[in-house]
């Protein structure tokens, strides 16, 4: 009987937890996804927009 509360309360605790950082990582790409961030440069409008910044830099 001990021994089924301990797995119960461990498998609670592990499924919390799991549950917890789901929700903290959903949140920080909610964040990040709000901050505009830059493109990747291995998609065809970011190598655009990093040009585009490198010649307003050079003139």
């Known amino acids: 009987m001990t021994m089924e509360i301990g797995g119960l309360i461990l498998n ?3 499924l919390g937890f799991v549950v917890a950082f789901a929700y903290i990582s959903a ?3 909610e964040k990040y996804r709000k ?3 830059p493109k990747s440069s291995l998609s065809r409008d970011g190598i655009q927009e990093r040009l585009q ?3 307003v830099t050079v003139k």
Request: glycine fraction near 8%; aromatic fraction near 8%; hydrophobic fraction near 25%.
């Open 35 to 37: 901050s505009n961030p």
């Open 53 to 55: 910044q490198a010649r």
């Open 27 to 29: 949140r920080a790409t």
């Open 12 to 14: 609670f605790g592990t």
